[in-house]
């Protein structure tokens, strides 16, 4: 590889990567709510911190979680969700399943609007379904929706769009045939990839249809400015059929990948809600705003992905399972992340329903799994004569770094492995990883639904985000049977067996599942934690203070 990098060995680094530095004295305390504590403030203005820049807002297009964060503001599905993350009506003011649980009816509501007043109809429902399967839309999510009539088929180039399992019978009415039941579809239809767009906004601007002055949405906000690296702002969709309910006047949307400087921000009260709290500064953050600091469950899982197309990794399980190996998740978790972060030898968090999978040497303690790492290096050809040079790539964030740093200094402390670390900023991580362009690189993976599938479907060998470049029949198989096991329980055995089959294969090096990690003003109400940490500006509101 001829990127330029940076070379990290020593133990020390990352002990120095934990500390914590002073940030100084906490802000003056101030009067929330006025004198009941629920007054409302004047200005209904929102201001979040949102990680990295995203790569753009084409529902249909976009990936990771920046991107999603504006999106679910911007747009609303059939299905919505409420502050604690439970399943409600969106577009669809209603909907029914036929007795087989192969077809879901949709009623549109009557009074849902488009930004520019065009009403919203399952027409536009059905095009979007579409646009994201039709292979020249170039989606990376297009995978997700495989499990409607046809879906795979077009995606593949083998039908058009037109014969998907999505049907408008007219404007109120949608209708969505699937190859075999799916339980998580109403889940399912939270995601971007599911929501409609404005086709004849679409059709007269191209690829320009999601910018400012030319996106027309349907949810309760609408785009008004974007400076890249600088801010995204919406406001209020006044033809939002719920906008009555809706208080938040702007959200503004800061891109901030340094989490230190976010806190600098957030501290200054020129945000409200952080995107996360930086870990070096985690003791003081409890001790000096414990009460601002929200931390919860998370449905989603760390991880490192290994290239196993080209060498160092094709072709050798034992330095992938060394490598795994040597990894101390409880210092990763208890002094480098230290928030409550579960260690994590499998892939799929915890959910209900599903017993995760783990390999045996997961029960070992770290010094049996560091022995026998270094038996596995050795017979996979490394030593410290022959030490193993690798790679490892990560999206700019001095969190990851901290991580990076850490993990490096174990493989080299116990295997001898020499890493070099190189980050990317956010749209250009994206683009290395899913050319292949890497041995190692820092992922993660946060479920589109509440359910295991959306962790396994990850790894299939068609899904268009295996950045490993992963292929195995027999996981393949077992997720293709899952995807049609009418059966909760046989399903979840499948996918069971093939959590473990990943397991044995190590394309991926699960490291801990997520807790959200944020700071919230006192003065933003109607927030509240869920698995999903997806929070909808139009369910919050400003307090006077």
Not at 262 to 270: F, H, I, T, V, W
Not at 425 to 446: C, H, P, Q, S
């Amino acid at each position: 590889m001829n990127r330029r990098s940076v070379l990290v060995g020593g133990f020390a680094l990352w002990v120095a990567a934990c500390g914590s530095e002073d940030v100084g004295p906490r802000n003056e305390p101030v009067a929330i709510g006025g004198a009941s504590g629920t007054e409302r403030a004047a200005v209904q203005i929102l201001r979040r911190g949102n990680g990295a820049e995203p790569q753009g807002l084409d529902p249909h297009r976009v990936e990771g979680v920046p991107a999603s964060n504006i999106l679910r503001d911007l747009y609303e599905g059939l299905v919505s969700e409420a502050p604690d993350g439970s399943l409600i009506p969106g577009v669809a003011e209603s909907w029914a399943v036929s007795d087989d649980g192969l077809i879901y009816t949709f009623r549109i509501r009557p009074d849902a609007r488009w930004s520019n007043g065009d009403p919203v109809t399952a027409r536009d429902f059905e095009f979007g379904l579409q646009r994201t399967v039709d292979p020249a839309t170039l989606s990376r999510y297009s995978s997700i929706l495989f499990p409607i009539v046809n879906a795979e088929a077009i995606a593949n180039g083998e039908l058009p769009p037109d014969q998907l399992g999505v049907v408008a019978i007219d404007d109120a009415i949608l209708e969505i045939t699937l190859q075999a039941p799916t339980p998580y579809l109403l889940g399912l239809l939270t995601h971007s990839t599911t929501y409609p767009v404005h086709r004849a906004s679409l059709e007269e601007h191209g690829e320009r249809f999601a910018r400012p002055g030319t996106l027309v949405s349907n949810g309760a906000y609408q785009l008004t400015d974007w400076v890249v690296q600088s801010h995204i702002k919406v406001e209020r969709n006044p033809e939002y059929w719920d906008d009555a309910n809706t208080t938040i006047d702007e959200v503004w949307y800061y891109p901030i990948e340094n989490y230190d400087a976010e806190l600098k921000r957030y501290r200054a009260d020129e945000i409200d809600i952080t995107d996360n709290v930086p870990i070096n500064q985690l003791d003081w953050i409890r001790e000096n705003l414990g009460d601002e600091l929200e931390i919860a469950p998370y449905f989603g899982s760390y991880y490192y992905g290994l290239n196993l197309t080209a060498p160092p990794f094709k072709d050798q399980p034992k330095l992938r399972t060394a490598l795994a190996m040597a990894i101390d998740r409880d210092i990763i978790t208890g002094k480098v992340a230290g928030s409550g972060e579960i260690p994590a030898y499998g892939w799929v968090p915890p959910v209900p329903g599903y017993e995760g999978q783990q390999p045996d040497w997961a029960g070992w303690t770290q010094e049996q799994r560091n022995e026998a790492a270094r038996r596995l290096y050795a017979e996979a050809g490394f030593s410290d004569e022959r030490p193993l040079k690798v790679e490892l790539l990560y999206n700019t964030n001095e969190n990851h770094k901290r991580i990076a740093v850490a993990i490096a200094a174990m493989w080299k402390q116990t295997l001898g492995v020499e890493t070099s670390l190189l980050n990317q900023e956010w749209k250009v991580f994206l683009d290395t990883r899913a050319n292949m362009d890497t041995e190692i690189f820092r992922a993660g993976w946060i479920g589109d639904y509440n359910d295991a599938y959306s962790f396994a479907q990850l790894m299939h060998s068609t899904n268009e985000q295996n950045d490993s470049g992963y292929f195995n029949t027999v996981y393949d198989d077992l997720l293709d049977r899952a995807a049609g096991e009418p059966d909760p329980q046989a399903r979840a055995e499948l996918m069971q067996q093939a959590e473990a089959q990943l397991l044995a294969d190590l394309p991926i090096i699960p490291i801990y599942f997520y807790v959200s990690k944020h700071l919230v003003k006192p003065w933003v109400g109607g927030y509240e934690g869920n698995i999903m940490d997806r929070h909808y500006s139009k369910n919050l509101y400003i307090l006077a203070h």
